[in-house]
T-cell receptor, first 111, second 114 residues
Framework: AQSVAQPEDQVNVAEGNPLTVKCTYS??????LFWYVQYPNRGLQFLLK??????LVKGSYGFEAEFNKSQTSFHLKKPSALVSDSALYFC?????????FGDGTTLTVKP | DTGVSQNPRHKITKRGQNVTFRCDPI?????LYWYRQTLGQGPEFLTY????????KSRLLSDRFSAERPKGSFSTLEIQRTEQGDSAMYLC????????????FGPGTRLTVL
């Protein structure tokens, strides 16, 4: 069985400050890990993924994520937050066909 | 726009009625997935297809739910005898056939059962 935990329901940061959205996972075998963002009444938009290789993955809109195998974590980061980054963020782990998602973290960036 | 499309975007129905949703994947993708999302939770896997073959079904998918992908292109998800607990956003995604290939999601169909 595979699982994902996003320990924070809500993250608040000021515009221009760095942001981190946390994710830990459990899966047998090598993990395929993903981050998605969801805006109100919209589907999920892909941000980035980790398959293998470099532990720091760069993605869309200036986001990056750091894979840490020993801590089974895949935290999403951005050096300087924008108000437009405010949204709901989901971490997911993939095994064969299906993805298992966390319950999401609402990011609010205040001006 | 060549992304994943879903119809209808919204569906309101009365308890006990049948509903059918349609998903059109990205044209070159041979995998298609259905997820269900309720308020405050992440998407939950329902089922997926590779071409026309349904490869996996979640235990969440009761016998009132059926999905098809008859020609390996679009897919339909039917819910028979709807219940209020079926109210949710139903999301469709597609990908190429690699195990780590990115799933691209459609906008979803919001179902409300009265």
């Amino acid at each position: 069985a595979q699982s994902v935990a996003q320990p924070e329901d809500q993250v608040n940061v000021a515009e221009g400050n760095p942001l981190t959205v946390k994710c830990t996972y459990s899966v047998s075998g090598n993990p395929y890990l993903f981050w998605y963002v969801q805006y109100p009444n919209r589907g999920l938009q892909f941000l980035l993924k980790y398959i293998t290789g470099d532990n720091l993955v760069k993605g869309s809109y200036g986001f990056e994520a750091e894979f840490n195998k020993s801590q089974t974590s895949f935290h999403l980061k951005k050096p300087s937050a924008l108000v437009s980054d405010s949204a709901l963020y989901f971490c997911a782990v993939r095994n064969a066909g299906k993805s298992t998602f966390g319950d999401g973290t609402t990011l609010t960036v205040k001006p | 726009d060549t992304g994943v499309s879903q119809n209808p975007r919204h569906k309101i129905t009365k308890r006990g009625q049948n509903v059918t949703f349609r998903c059109d994947p990205i044209s070159e993708h041979n995998r298609l997935y259905w997820y269900r999302q309720t308020l405050g939770q992440g998407p939950e896997f329902l089922t997926y297809f590779q071409n026309e073959a349904q490869l996996e079904k979640s235990r969440l998918l009761s016998d009132r739910f059926s999905a098809e992908r008859p020609k390996g292109s679009f897919s339909t998800l039917e819910i028979q005898r709807t219940e209020q607990g079926d109210s949710a956003m139903y999301l469709c995604a597609s990908s190429s056939s690699g195990g780590a290939d990115t799933q691209y999601f459609g906008p979803g169909t919001r179902l409300t059962v009265l």
